[in-house]
């Protein structure tokens, strides 16, 4: 029951952060002239991006609060946890080389247009974000819903009480 909670949460809290890189496109399409919101919106997202104009997917003319690698990697990410009542448990593979099959896709894709042998467009940053999202949540799922067990649904704390002491 708790697993299944855990997992609602996970999947909601994904699910509003992929909504989220949509809003800074939107407001951007709403404002008149100053695009002092959708500028403050675009700076929440800085730090995790470097928004590069030409390496964005745009919406209305505005490039959404991530690059289109960030966003496929985001995506693929919601999509892999909203596959997951629909695959195995069971990992097969140790995490290293679970990771260096997320992540070879966009390696041979950033190798290859530094060295000038195939240019890296948007549909293929998002094509190897998406990979890499989706990896990625067999990794990082079991570690979050077990964070998300202990931090909010832990006995202890549905019963007022952590690491033991009353509050």
Same mark, same amino acid.
């Given at each position: 029951? =708790? @697993?299944?909670?855990?997992? =609602?949460?996970?999947?909601?809290?994904?699910? %509003?952060?992929?909504?989220?890189? /949509?809003?800074?496109?939107? %407001?951007?399409?709403?404002? @008149?002239?100053?695009?002092?919101?959708?500028?403050?919106?675009?700076?929440? *997202?800085?730090?995790?991006?470097?928004? *590069?104009?030409?390496?964005?997917?745009?919406?209305? +003319?505005?490039?959404? !609060?991530?690059?289109?690698?960030?966003?496929?990697?985001?995506?693929?990410?919601?999509?892999?946890?909203?596959?997951?009542?629909?695959?195995?448990?069971? @990992?097969? /593979?140790?995490? $290293?080389?679970?990771?260096? %099959?997320?992540?070879?896709?966009?390696?041979? #894709?950033?190798?290859?247009?530094?060295?000038? #042998?195939?240019?890296?467009?948007?549909?293929?940053?998002?094509?190897? +974000?998406?990979?890499? +999202?989706?990896?990625?949540?067999?990794?990082? $799922?079991?570690?979050?819903?077990?964070?998300?067990?202990?931090? /909010?649904?832990?006995?202890? $704390? $549905? @019963?007022?009480?952590?690491? !033991?002491?009353?509050?």
């Amino acid at each position: 029951m =708790r @697993q299944s909670i855990a997992y =609602r949460l996970a999947l909601s809290g994904v699910l %509003i952060w992929c909504f989220l890189l /949509f809003v800074p496109a939107i %407001i951007a399409n709403l404002e @008149q002239q100053d695009h002092s919101i959708s500028k403050s919106l675009y700076d929440v *997202y800085s730090p995790i991006c470097h928004q *590069y104009e030409s390496r964005s997917i745009h919406l209305g +003319g505005y490039k959404l !609060g991530v690059c289109a690698r960030c966003f496929g990697i985001y995506f693929g990410f919601l999509l892999g946890v909203g596959l997951i009542p629909f695959l195995s448990s069971k @990992q097969t /593979f140790p995490n $290293i080389f679970l990771w260096l %099959i997320a992540i070879s896709p966009i390696l041979i #894709v950033v190798a290859l247009n530094g060295l000038s #042998v195939h240019e890296s467009i948007i549909l293929s940053r998002f094509a190897t +974000g998406l990979w890499f +999202g989706l990896f990625s949540v067999k990794i990082i $799922i079991p570690i979050l819903l077990e964070a998300i067990n202990e931090l /909010f649904l832990s006995k202890n $704390i $549905i @019963q007022g009480t952590h690491y !033991g002491s009353k509050t």
